[in-house]
């Protein structure tokens, strides 16, 4: 069987700026593309996105020829396989449980919603990616971690040092300069939470890590702390900010999902219509084929949920925003093994609780200029300034 | 071997047999069955492989543990009396026979 077809046409920028028509393309021309600009098989349908995901025995989280080792300073639970990255994934999963996110999480959201949304200022333009979307993603994860005292802004910049880091494919050492110095701050930090929640019942995942009976190793405390932190935020952030400029751009959905109450449907929409995380990578632990091309062993695809999301296979018109569309499923949160631990917190947080607080309190929110809104993001994608009149 | 029969929303059902060790969601999953969707692949971490077990078996497969239980509160459709993961039964030849209920919607 042949290799698959190479794309020497596209370009990392392209990507970064707009990759969907590149997606619709290769969609219907080359599912199976080897694209050198991203040194990945890019996998574009949702069949095969998804029978990848499912079947970890043949394809390895483990993809060794990432900066993402070094930027974390940690071989981390993403990528690994099998009885350890379970043990690790374990170790948190207490904190998120259905719960423990009823009683403790959701309830301190919900207080921190009605606060943030206080302080927006009543007049004038104001960009929701600095003044909410960002800062509110970071207070919550902050105190489901079991970090209250570290500041919204230090867990963005944490945050964004790591997924820096972790792209840092150029290996800039001042890249990684910036998320070295952010692992002292972060170390010093979970140190100093970790002496307050030894011997507590508190339900943070720092507590419920340490006083485990058999706990994981200090080292991947440290490491299941800092992928939370690398992707807790950015992914409600995004996940907000999206789904917002669904609806306000569709007037008429909106009027039909305030009347009905569907806000948990309009949160899928805005996720499967632009998924935060649009692509992981998995790495053939064997010979393999797919649609009758060679995949060598070692080879690392990329599964683009991005596109998946928008396969003419699953759905109809996918490339648009419609909150009244019937629930079609989505990979936005990945499937298998490493499917998203904070699933049903960021379903309940902006979908449950943000998206009708946010338009009940500011019934006439309207977007300065949908121009206005700038896209960005090949790894992980979302509206990177937001202004609204809110108002 | 045991034979479990899959019952849609709709009224088909489907029948396959099973080797021990597996589990609901496994044998739904390996026979195609859309109506699993199974997104965490049997971690119980998504509720996507609700099932609701006929009444006649409820008491052989056994009721939810809490973390289940819990989990099944998220599920599209209602859990009912009988709920449970598919992921969490695993297919014993005591469940020869076994009937289970698909749901209307798993997302």
């Given amino acids: ?391 | 071997m045991a034979k479990v029969t899959f019952i849609s929303a709709d009224g088909t059902s489907q029948t396959h047999d099973a080797k021990e060790g597996l589990s609901a969601m496994e044998l739904a999953r390996n026979n195609g069955i859309a109506d699993i969707v199974a997104e965490c692949g049997g971690a119980m971490a998504c509720a996507t492989c609700h099932v609701i077990v006929d009444e006649a078996w409820a008491e052989k497969v056994g009721a939810a543990s809490e973390g289940e239980a819990d989990m099944l509160e998220f599920a599209s459709s209602e859990a009912q009396p009988t709920s449970r993961l598919s992921c969490q039964i695993p297919i014993t030849e005591a469940l020869d026979g076994l009937i289970l209920h698909l749901p209307e919607t798993q997302v």
């Fill in chain 1, 1 to 391: 069987m042949p290799l698959p077809p190479e794309n020497n046409e596209i370009t990392l920028a392209d990507l970064i700026d707009d990759p969907y028509p590149i997606y619709k393309n290769l969609r219907a021309n080359t599912p199976v593309a080897s694209v050198p600009a991203a040194n990945r098989i890019l996998l574009t349908k949702a069949n095969d996105t998804r029978a990848v995901k499912d079947n970890p025995s043949l394809w390895s989280s483990n993809d060794p020829n990432t900066p993402m080792k070094r930027a974390f300073q940690a071989h981390t639970l993403m990528r690994k396989d099998g009885e350890e990255h379970r043990r690790e994934r374990e170790a948190m999963m207490p904190t998120f449980s259905p719960r423990n996110l009823k009683t403790k999480w959701a309830p301190a959201y919900e207080n921190y919603v009605l606060e943030y949304l206080d302080r927006l200022p009543k007049t004038g333009v104001v960009d929701l990616f600095p003044a909410l979307a960002g800062p509110i993603s970071a207070r919550i994860l902050a105190d489901v971690l079991g970090l209250p005292d570290a500041t919204d802004a230090e867990m963005q910049h944490w945050s964004q040092a790591l997924i820096d880091g972790a792209g840092n494919f150029g290996w800039d050492p001042k890249i990684f300069e910036v998320v070295d110095s952010a692992h002292e701050a972060m170390n010093a930090t979970i140190e100093r939470n970790a002496k307050r929640l030894r011997d507590t019942q508190d339900q943070s995942a720092l507590a419920v890590m340490i006083n485990a009976d058999d706990p994981i190793e200090w080292s991947q405390i440290l490491a299941n702390l800092k992928i939370a932190i690398g992707g807790g935020i950015n992914e409600p952030r995004d996940a907000l900010l999206t789904v917002l400029f669904g609806l306000l751009t569709n007037p008429q959905q909106l009027e039909e999902v305030k009347a009905t109450g569907i806000w948990g449907a309009a949160f899928e929409e805005g996720i499967r219509w632009v998924a935060p995380i649009q692509v992981s990578s998995r790495v053939a632990r064997e010979d393999t084929q797919i649609r009758g091309f060679d995949i060598p062993k070692d080879s690392i695809v990329m599964t683009v949920q991005a596109s998946a999301n928008h396969d003419e296979d699953v759905i109809e018109n996918g490339h648009l925003y419609n909150a009244l569309r019937e629930t079609v499923p989505h990979q936005s949160f990945g499937s298998g093994p490493h499917h998203c631990m904070g699933t049903h917190l960021a379903r309940r947080m902006v979908g449950k609780i943000m998206l009708p607080m946010i338009f009940d309190r500011f019934p006439n929110m309207q977007l300065a200029d949908p121009e206005d809104v700038v896209w960005r993001g090949f790894g992980f994608r979302g509206p990177i300034t937001f202004p609204v009149r809110l108002n």
